[in-house]
């Protein structure tokens, strides 16, 4: 089972938007509506940011965002701001045997 | 509120084992899966398995599969994960998370350093 692939890194000003992928294979990401997005801030756990491809969890600001086409998902984040800074992590459900599979990772910088 | 507690640093010499607990509070630690997901320094996450806390079936990655054991005792709502025959590339932030297809809570991670 592969990473996901995501790129290395995005960037972007403070109100603009930025759009990060996650690209997979028809056997994950496009098999199955359940791709996941955490943030994760240097030396802390990870924070789920979307689930089901596009749901937001209680307390997660709607700037944050996620779509799914084919075996490439995606996670926009609009209206930037200096605290979207940070590395963020798409995941993958990949079936009953090895469920689990994330992306390489993506470090976000707001110029 | 959920909340899960991860065990301290360890450290360890290569060839060692390691066991990280996870204590879980706030919700019935029978009705979610406990993942392990590891980061290496500079890394990014690594899934390495789950258990379900109510029948204690595990599910391995195949690159853990032999050197890892995810168990679980439910009369403490704590989680356990063993990593044997430790290797200097172990070395990495181990931590618990709870779920099915995504992860809504996380521990705070343990650090497990391997060095001789």
């Known amino acids: 089972q592969s990473a996901l692939t995501q790129p290395r890194s995005v960037s972007g000003s403070p109100g603009q938007s930025v759009t990060i992928s996650c690209t997979g294979t028809?056997?994950?990401?496009?098999?199955?509506?359940?791709v996941s997005w955490y943030q994760q801030y240097p030396g802390k756990a990870p924070k789920l940011m979307i689930y089901?491809?596009?749901k937001r969890p209680s307390g997660v600001p709607d700037r944050f965002s996620g779509s799914k086409s084919g075996n490439t998902a995606s996670l926009t984040i609009s209206g930037l701001q200096a605290e979207d800074e940070a590395d963020y992590y798409c995941?993958?459900?990949?079936?009953?045997?090895?469920?689990?599979?994330f992306g390489g990772g993506t470090k976000l910088t707001v110029l | 509120q959920v909340q899960l507690v991860q065990s301290g640093a360890e450290v360890k010499k290569p060839g060692a084992s390691v066991k990280v607990s996870c204590k879980a509070s706030?919700?019935?630690?029978?009705?979610?899966?406990m993942h392990w997901v590891r980061q290496a320094p500079g890394q990014g996450l690594e899934w390495m398995g789950r258990?379900?806390?109510?029948?204690?079936?595990?599910n391995y990655t195949q690159k853990f599969q032999g050197r890892v054991t995810m168990t679980r005792d439910t009369s403490i709502s704590t989680g356990y994960m063993e990593l044997s025959r430790l290797r200097s590339d172990d070395t990495a932030v181990y931590y618990c998370a709870r779920g099915r297809q995504n992860f809504d809570y996380w521990g705070q991670g343990t650090l497990v350093t391997v060095s001789s």
């Open positions: 995941c993958s459900y990949a079936g009953t045997y090895t469920p689990v599979t």
């Open positions: 258990i379900n806390p109510n029948s204690g079936g595990t």
């Open positions: 028809s056997s994950d990401v496009g098999d199955y509506d359940y």
């Open positions: 089901d491809v596009s």
């Open positions: 706030g919700y019935i630690f029978t009705g979610y899966y």
